[in-house]
């Protein structure tokens, strides 16, 4: 049962899709309080009530003991002291024992803080502006909660099923030969490929939509040889365009008004990579359709994927505060700097990238309403990605188009994945993007992974094949690394043998990750679940915070701890314990429920099979180099089927030609079943 409570006059999102009533009660969950900082809701939390939700976050997925704000930010240093990542998912689920458990989302693209017990550890309390929509979800469980939230905000976007392989990138691949290396590479050692990425050196001085010709004499060639050879190319765009004269983008939004404008009704000036740029105004429907058929020129040249980047919109700097503040400190240039006047300067300097008031200081025309950016500054990244959406429905209407996007909000979900932007090669970072997952699909982001390996500071080899391990069940499976880094390609490592092995397991696991991905879009569910959601009665399983239920057969419990040789598991039922060292090396074996520690050596994957549940494993022979290899053409006979059941299992297998939207419906999934004797142990 879905509640819809309407505060102010609230702007239209375009988060949610179902036509609710506006309810004339009051919220009855929580204590609603309008004041000077807008509305506040609060209520009381019992000991074992736990939070999940809030998307793209630091912290567990017990969110309880911190507090989150949601407003898009360009912020690389993802420790957990941050209250805001890049995105505003404003949707939470309490779960309490004593009392019916609530999901609710705050419908305000401006700034919400959530403090979830940071205060006072037994209170959550929300605030957002006085102008939003708030629903409150009932429901019979945690599934069917964040099933009904699922509903509200509509379907998730499906990725092509090449974009389900693994994928390569690095800032710093910038020519052709750069690319050609890094497919030979993997290529000549006989690791799968199906992307490698275009960062931001692609393009010309950094603007959108143009290819640096003397690094890509041949562009459109070589995306086409490329390929041939199973691998997409994957450009960046982003969100600023360079400002300079005889630019078509930069010449057609000024001509257009398509920019944000400043108080003044100027386009808005502020940097990004390519210096002085202005921003498109997303929220305008016109700005979004032009800035959208920009991608074609792209897709001509045979790209069929994008990433969306700098969508908080991140800014270096306004023209006007950088003005500021270089007057100033040229002011001082004569002074003897104490204490002081030094951390005034460094903090001058500090105060110009992401200043809150220069997202205060431009405006956008949403179809002839003025409004300022902070009010919907969460927005950005989703109207960016929409825009690139709404166009491939123009230009490609029936194929599939890999989108995904750094910034987002609630209902971006509808148009690509996200990524989780710039973490860094460190172990806890590991365990953030585990952490992470499940609250991005409550959020309705199914297409999504972390940069595998971290993308700031350098990786190690253990580290890579930990994260590689876990990698291997999220949708988005990509290695990326930032400029200056040290290299991180597998190949770039000792024991390439073990890399191989685990990333072509990838490939044999592909039946089940893309049925379950496909299933977890045409119902509605999570693909990545806490414990708790599938074993609500078993009160330990509330409290695992480093374990995820993938699909409906598996749960793993990665490791993800240096020098570790295995650790601790927590089972809550009798499982099937599968060990892979490779497609052709496993051993399987029935585990009773309870506390176990388990040793999982460095090139060995481990995870678990649910109890009268199984999944299909392809074979993968030395011959595939990418999905395009995979004959998986419901050859259900064909997969090996590993599972225990006490007397049969059954498992829901989808496929399709995986490029176009010919999806295949429901009563055409294959249902297949198994006696106990015929799965695999
Ligand atoms: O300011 O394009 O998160 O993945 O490699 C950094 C360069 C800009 C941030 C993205 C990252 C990408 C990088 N970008």
Redesign the pocket.
Same mark, same amino acid.
């Given at each position: 049962m879905i509640s819809r409570h309407v505060f102010g006059q609230p702007i239209e999102t375009g988060a949610v899709i179902m036509t609710i009533p506006e309810s004339t009660q009051a919220i009855a969950v929580m204590n609603t309080a309008l004041g000077e900082d807008g509305i506040t809701l609060s209520c009381q939390m019992a000991d074992t009530d736990v939070v999940y939700g809030l998307g793209e976050q630091v912290r567990g997925m017990n969110k309880r003991g911190f507090s989150y704000i949601s407003y898009a930010t %360009?912020d690389?240093i993802h420790t957990e002291n941050k209250h805001s990542l890049y995105a505003g998912h404003n949707f939470l689920i309490l779960s309490r024992t004593n009392e019916p458990s609530f999901g609710i989302f705050v419908d305000d693209p401006g700034r919400v803080v959530f403090d979830v017990g940071e205060t006072k550890l037994d209170q959550l309390c929300i605030t957002a502006g006085s102008d939003c929509t708030i629903y409150i979800i009932k429901g019979s469980s945690l599934k069917d909660i964040a099933r009904q939230f699922r509903e509200l905000i509509g379907q998730s976007y499906i990725a092509p099923k090449w974009a389900f392989g693994y994928q390569q990138s690095r =800032?710093g691949y910038s020519c052709e030969a750069d690319i050609r290396k890094v497919v030979d590479e993997y290529h000549t050692r006989g690791i799968p490929l199906d992307a490698v990425y275009l /960062? !931001?050196d692609y393009m010309k001085d950094f603007k959108d939509f143009t290819v640096d010709e003397e690094k890509f004499p041949d562009f459109s060639g070589l995306v086409s040889d490329m390929k041939e050879k199973g691998v997409h190319l994957v450009p !960046?765009i /982003?969100a600023g365009v360079k400002i300079e004269k005889g630019y078509p983008v930069y010449e057609e939004g000024v001509q257009n008004g398509y920019f944000c404008k400043d108080e003044d009704g100027q386009d808005f000036v502020g940097a990004v990579?390519p210096g002085k740029s202005h921003f498109p105004d997303f929220l305008n429907s016109r700005a979004g359709e032009w800035f959208g058929n920009k991608y074609q020129w792209l897709m001509d040249q045979g790209i069929d994927g994008f990433w969306n %980047?700098?969508n908080e919109p991140?800014l270096f700097y306004s023209e006007k505060r950088l003005k500021s503040v270089m007057d100033e400190i040229l002011s001082m240039k004569d002074e003897n700097l104490g204490l002081h006047s030094f951390y005034h300067m460094k903090g001058r300097i500090d105060s110009l990238s992401g200043n809150p008031e220069d997202y205060e200081s431009f405006c956008h025309n949403i179809d002839g309403v003025k409004v300022r950016h902070d009010k919907v500054h969460n927005l950005y990244g989703f109207y960016m990605t929409k825009a690139a959406a709404d166009a491939f429905e123009r230009i490609a209407p029936d194929q599939r188009t890999l989108m995904f996007s750094?910034s987002s909000y609630i209902g971006m979900h509808r148009y690509g994945g996200i =990524?989780t932007? %710039?973490n860094a090669s460190w172990w806890s970072h590991l365990l953030l993007s585990i952490q992470q997952m499940p609250s991005l699909n409550l959020c309705g982001i199914l297409y999504t992974g972390s /940069?595998i390996g971290g993308?700031g500071s350098n990786a190690t080899q253990d580290l890579l094949m930990r994260w590689l391990e876990f990698g291997i069940f999220t949708p988005l499976m990509r290695n990326?690394a930032?400029?200056g880094t040290r290299e991180q390609e597998v190949y770039q490592f000792d024991n390439i043998e073990d890399f191989r092995n685990i990333i072509r397991i990838r490939y044999g696991l592909l039946p089940y990750i893309y049925s379950e991905y496909m299933k977890a879009v045409f119902n509605n569910d999570m693909y990545f679940r806490p414990l708790s959601f599938d074993f609500p009665d078993d009160a330990h399983a509330a409290s695992v915070e480093d374990q995820l239920m993938v699909g409906e057969s598996i749960m793993i419990a990665p490791v993800y701890t240096q020098n570790a040789t295995g650790r601790y598991v927590y089972l809550p039922q009798d499982m099937l314990m599968v060990r892979m060292k490779s497609m052709e090396n496993k051993s399987c074996q029935i585990m009773s429920k309870g506390h176990h520690y388990i040793d999982i050596a460095l090139n060995e994957l481990v995870f678990f099979v649910k109890k009268n549940h199984m999944l299909p494993l392809a074979a993968i022979d030395d011959s595939v180099r990418s999905t395009t290899d995979c004959h998986f053409h419901r050859p259900d006979s064909d997969y090996e089927w590993i599972g225990f059941a006490d007397e049969s299992a059954e498992y829901m297998l989808y496929d399709d030609d995986g490029s176009t939207k010919s999806y295949t419906p429901k009563d055409q999934w294959i249902k297949i079943v198994r006696s106990a004797k015929e799965l695999s142990l």
């Open positions: %360009d690389p =800032w /960062d !931001i !960046i /982003d990579w %980047d700098m991140a750094r =990524w932007g %710039d /940069d993308f990326h930032a400029a």
